[in-house]
């Protein structure tokens, strides 16, 4: 049986709802920058895949747990450098499989019994005839369970993020890869921080500003 | 031609360094070419050509967006839009006149209109079950070819849908097929195929659409994120035309790019390459895949069912089912090569990330599933015989095979030689390699796909178990315009395709390149660890 991760706090459901809505008060941050920015975190610049992908490793043995690699394609194994559960998500498809299951078979003997029709003598109740529709709903809700609820994971649609404020990061998702340390991470310390990712041998390293 | 091999070992036998009897194979340094063709099987083929970096993938597949259309695209475009206007306007006819423009007549109620439904749903096939099928056994040569077959699913769907849409007659009755009560109460017959058929293609439609939407949010987010760093950059050009005298005028209009931004990242709901993300993104899409799997499968049994289940001899056989589906995707993988190798020899770099591997494997395929759908000709006859059925055999006989007395021989000969004689080329690794000869026999088999539905439907219908109600089906001229301006719905939507959103799955290519490997071979092997 996988581990699935803890659901989140009440002050972490706050502060990402203060990500959507803006009229959602916003924590007052730790980290500003001279210029009174909010500090987003810290993120190294890679540009091949072993190096970001050992570089990881190391974060993920530094004990951080707000962070994250972004990369242009997904990187295989990366969960395991980055030490993550698994996803919740195959629970929830599957709960959309027996709401459509289960709804398509709702339907069809509701509307056989409210009306029946004699279609060649056969039986009003055989479940045989249904099972066509039952797979084809059961597959349809399926399908939409699971690509909303990968979105609505990942927190998206989303308008903006405070790494699309620089233009380097937009490089992402052509040929370049990040680390990114969040923070709000407890373990996150401006100079320890970047220390850390000045040895993991990346191409440069800069301070992540929310725009705000 | 490129002078990159995919290994050491092929360099070298390239080279003469290394004696191919050695190994066992004599190899042929031509036939080797690009690297890609190569026969050995402990060197893994490149799945994108010229050593290619992860900026040029990503240059070369938003090129095909971003830079004006080629001249031919005009002219294709013109073309099929044109040829796609006329099938609209006999569409419109048909509605407004009734079905009796087309050739139906009581004996053959279903013709042409049944078989493009059919043609169209089978052609349907070959795009998911590239993204799903492919997916699931590993094959990572489809990413070359899995956008566009699915974007082509998606279009052959909108096509088949047109025709039983319309067969109904009132049109404006369609709303019966949906499991609403109708005025007297009364809701849909679940015991019908016909209407197991409405939910299947709804369903393939839809969850297809899904999927050629969630794989293609990441490269819709290169796209938005290609046009914003030339907004920030400032370098982005407004719309021009082209004055007589060579001058170029600015329009008064947003830019390119700040449509792009906008409607692209509208589109890519913001994804912006996390990883956290990637994770539930590939569980999704696994899972997708998963239930794919089945549905592609069913929808042409489902289809399979509407003649199955008819007592009508030439229809009521249980063959049907994997008949159907082995049909479906033959005729849908000759589709994907008759799209594809036309681009790949019009467009700038193509031929770089859809290989003469890719098509030979789709080649494969398409023999492969040749022989299922000439092994499900002959059980069908066999079992016409062996069954004793007077009537059924009597509709393989007579209406369908001998020319003295089948008025149809010729589209089953067609069906026959198209369909099981012209892909049997295939054993002859030659014509596999040969993009042109693979294109041609894709013409055939499509051309045979069309033909085999014709057969089952009309040959089977006009001479049913009355003799005296025994009528021939000649189309009328709205019958075939419509026919054709589907094919041109058909390529106008792929065209616009082609134009307007990213023809390869840029961020699959990228995880399979050889720079996509967490361990890769010119890094220090001891620190693969963490798996």
Redesign the interface.
């Known amino acids: 049986m996988p581990k699935f991760p803890k659901p989140p706090s009440r002050a972490e459901l706050m502060a990402s709802a203060a990500e959507y809505f803006p009229f959602v008060p916003r924590s007052r941050p730790k980290y500003v920058t001279r210029e009174g920015k909010r500090v987003f975190g810290v993120s190294a610049e890679f540009s091949?895949?072993?190096?970001?992908?050992?570089a990881?490793?190391k974060v993920r043995d530094a004990g951080y747990t707000k962070w994250?690699?972004?990369?242009?394609?997904?990187?295989?194994?990366?969960?395991?450098?980055?030490g993550?559960k698994?996803?919740i998500?195959?629970l929830l498809?599957a709960g959309g499989?027996l709401t459509g299951v289960s709804g398509a078979l709702a339907?069809?003997y509701f509307?056989?019994f409210?009306?029946p029709?004699t279609?060649?003598g056969?039986p009003y109740g055989a479940w045989e005839?249904?099972a066509?529709?039952t797979?084809?709903?059961g597959?349809?809700i399926?399908?939409?369970t699971?690509?909303l609820?990968?979105?609505a994971?990942?927190g998206?649609?989303?308008?903006?993020?405070p790494?699309?404020s620089k233009?380097r990061f937009?490089?992402?998702?052509?040929?370049r890869f990040f680390i990114c340390i969040e923070a709000t991470d407890p373990n996150f310390d401006p100079v320890k921080t970047r220390e850390l990712l000045d040895t993991l041998g990346a191409d440069r390293v800069d301070l992540v500003e929310d725009e705000d | 031609m490129s002078s990159i091999h995919p290994d050491k070992v092929t360099a070298e036998r390239l080279a003469g360094l290394r004696e191919d009897a050695a190994l066992g194979r004599d190899v042929e340094i031509e036939a080797l070419g690009d690297g890609s063709l190569v026969e050995d099987p402990a060197v893994r083929p490149p799945l994108v050509l010229s050593d290619r970096t992860l900026g040029e993938v990503t240059q070369i597949v938003t090129g095909y967006v971003e830079d004006p259309p080629p001249k031919w695209w005009y002219i294709a475009f013109a073309i099929t839009s044109t040829v796609a206007l006329v099938g609209t306007c006999m569409i419109l006819y048909l509605i407004i006149t009734g079905v009796g423009v087309w050739g139906l007549n009581n004996q053959v109620d279903w013709a042409w209109d049944i078989t493009n439904f059919v043609f169209w749903i089978g052609i349907g096939h070959a795009g998911t079950l590239i993204s799903a099928i492919l997916c699931l056994f590993k094959q990572k040569w489809r990413t070359a070819v899995n956008r566009s077959a699915e974007a082509m699913t998606i279009f052959a769907v909108i096509c088949a849908g047109i025709f039983p849409g319309i067969h109904v007659g009132r049109a404006w009755f369609a709303w019966f097929l949906a499991p609403i009560p109708n005025s007297n109460g009364i809701w849909p017959n679940f015991r019908s195929p016909l209407l197991w058929d409405v939910f299947a293609v709804s369903t393939y439609m839809t969850v297809s659409l899904l999927f050629w939407y969630m794989g293609m949010i990441p490269d819709l987010a290169s796209l938005r994120d290609r046009a914003d760093r030339r907004l920030r950059a400032g370098v982005s050009r407004p719309f021009t035309i082209a004055l007589p005298g060579g001058r170029l005028v600015n329009l008064p209009l947003p830019k390119p790019d700040t449509l792009r931004a906008f409607i692209y990242g509208l589109l890519s709901v913001g994804w912006r390459f996390s990883s956290r993300h990637w994770h539930r993104y590939e569980v999704a899409y696994l899972i997708l895949a998963g239930i794919s799997t089945p549905l592609v499968l069913s929808v042409h049994s489902i289809v399979s069912f509407d003649f199955a289940t008819a007592v009508l001899p030439g229809w009521h056989t249980t063959i049907f089912p994997p008949y159907f589906v082995a049909g479906a995707i033959f005729g849908g993988f000759a589709m994907v090569l008759f799209l594809l190798i036309p681009l790949r020899a019009v467009l700038p770099n193509f031929k770089d990330l859809l290989t003469r591997r890719h098509i030979e494997n789709m080649a494969k395929i398409l023999l492969v599933t040749g022989m299922m759908v000439g092994f499900a000709y002959s059980m069908e006859f066999f079992i016409a015989w062996y069954g004793a059925n007077k009537f059924e055999f009597e509709v393989f006989a007579n209406n369908r095979v001998n020319p003295a007395k089948a008025p149809y021989w010729w589209a089953y000969w067609t069906m026959i030689t198209c369909n099981v004689i012209s892909p049997q080329v295939f054993w002859f690794r030659k014509v596999r390699q040969n993009p042109w000869a693979v294109w041609v026999v894709a013409c055939f088999v499509t051309v045979g796909m069309w033909f085999e539905r014709f057969v089952i439907i009309v040959t089977s219908l006009h001479r049913a178990f009355l003799p005296g109600e025994w009528h021939m089906f000649f189309p009328t001229w709205v019958d075939i315009l419509t026919f054709t301006g589907s094919c041109g719905i058909f390529l106008t939507l792929f065209l616009l395709f082609v134009k307007f959103l990213p023809m390869f799955a840029m961020a699959e290519v990228k995880a399979v390149m050889p720079q996509g490997d967490p361990h890769g071979h010119d890094h220090d092997e001891s620190h693969g660890g963490g798996h």
């Open positions: 091949r895949t072993p190096d970001v992908y050992h990881a490793e994250d690699v972004l990369s242009p394609f997904p990187i295989h194994g990366i969960e395991k450098a980055m993550f698994r996803t998500l195959p498809a499989a339907m069809q509307m056989n409210d009306f029709i279609v060649q056969k005839p249904f066509p529709i797979f084809e709903l597959v349809l399926t399908a939409f699971c690509i609820s990968m979105l994971l990942n998206l649609p989303r308008f903006h993020h790494l699309f233009e937009l490089k992402v998702s052509d040929d």
